[in-house]
């Protein structure tokens, strides 16, 4: 599967700032056995202990803070297609710079571990993306992506009259496409929970789903509602 031109350009224009990403950060709390999506990418890092770390579609940088910190012996980079978001994570003190995840300016091999949290679903042409994270990875290396399922916060968005498009790169097919470029695939799946009042649940959709924002019925105090996160491990 691709993405049109137009859902490029809204991606771009979605990640021009920091405002809606951490609009959507900001209602997440962990899972009821506390582990998030973000200590099972570090905790596998740790293990395997790389010396040369690349993340793709950074973000703010949080993550790539994390990871620069827990394991401060390697040598860290974080890419982000959007100039601002590199400028915010080189603030943190991460190295970071402009690249396309589909065109990654490095050699071959040049990277024991590469990263993509939530950002598998944006790219243009997914397994060509894949093949450029299988090509920059050292032979024995590993690769950690992070991605949602169709039935992510399913009560909030049936709530509010509508319904999550499915993922290009989601909990229901990215093992498969995986093992296109990996021979080994694990896959370990979270439910972290979305806490909301109202205003902020409005805010969550607004920065995506404008029309779902308008339509979510007023309730009164905090609800819950349910994530779907997979982390996958391929090797």
Same mark, same amino acid.
């Given at each position: 599967?691709?993405?049109?031109? $137009? $859902?490029?350009?809204?991606?771009?224009?979605?990640?021009? #700032?920091?405002? +809606? /990403? =951490?609009?959507?950060?900001?209602?997440?709390?962990?899972?009821?056995?506390?582990? @998030?999506?973000?200590?099972?990418?570090?905790?596998?890092?740790?293990?395997?202990?790389?010396?040369?770390?690349?993340?793709? +579609?950074?973000?703010?940088?949080?993550?790539?803070?994390?990871?620069?910190?827990? =394991?401060?012996?390697?040598?860290? /980079?974080?890419? $982000?297609? %959007?100039?601002?978001? *590199?400028?915010?994570?080189?603030?943190?003190?991460?190295?970071?710079?402009?690249? #396309?995840?589909? #065109? =990654?300016?490095? &050699?071959?091999?040049?990277?024991?571990?590469?990263?993509?949290?939530?950002?598998?679903?944006?790219?243009?042409?997914?397994?060509?993306?894949? @093949?450029?994270?299988?090509?920059?990875?050292? $032979?024995?290396?590993?690769?950690?992506? *992070?991605?949602?399922?169709?039935?992510?916060?399913?009560?909030?968005?049936?709530?509010?009259?509508? %319904?999550?498009?499915?993922?290009?790169?989601?909990?229901?097919?990215?093992?498969?496409?995986?093992?296109?470029?990996?021979? @080994?695939?694990?896959?370990?799946? /979270?439910?972290?929970?979305?806490?909301?009042?109202?205003?902020?649940?409005?805010?969550?959709? &607004? %920065? %995506?789903?404008?029309?779902?924002? &308008?339509? =979510?019925?007023?309730?009164?105090?905090?609800?819950?509602?349910?994530?779907? *996160?997979?982390?996958?491990?391929?090797?």
């Amino acid at each position: 599967m691709t993405s049109s031109l $137009d $859902d490029q350009a809204a991606v771009r224009r979605q990640y021009r #700032d920091e405002r +809606g /990403l =951490l609009t959507r950060a900001s209602i997440w709390r962990p899972p009821v056995d506390g582990v @998030t999506p973000q200590d099972l990418v570090i905790a596998e890092l740790g293990h395997r202990e790389p010396t040369s770390i690349l993340e793709i +579609g950074c973000g703010t940088g949080a993550l790539a803070e994390r990871i620069h910190t827990s =394991l401060p012996a390697a040598s860290m /980079l974080a890419t $982000d297609q %959007s100039a601002r978001m *590199v400028e915010l994570t080189a603030a943190r003190g991460v190295p970071a710079v402009i690249a #396309d995840a589909d #065109d =990654l300016p490095f &050699a071959a091999g040049s990277y024991q571990a590469v990263v993509a949290a939530w950002m598998l679903y944006h790219v243009p042409r997914i397994d060509h993306t894949l @093949t450029e994270v299988r090509r920059v990875l050292a $032979d024995g290396g590993v690769f950690i992506a *992070v991605t949602n399922g169709n039935d992510h916060l399913a009560g909030l968005l049936g709530a509010a009259g509508a %319904s999550g498009s499915p993922y290009q790169f989601g909990r229901e097919d990215g093992e498969a496409l995986l093992r296109h470029h990996f021979g @080994t695939v694990e896959a370990r799946h /979270l439910t972290p929970l979305a806490v909301a009042n109202h205003a902020e649940a409005v805010r969550y959709l &607004a %920065s %995506s789903q404008p029309e779902a924002a &308008a339509r =979510l019925p007023r309730y009164d105090g905090e609800r819950t509602y349910r994530g779907a *996160v997979t982390v996958f491990i391929a090797s």
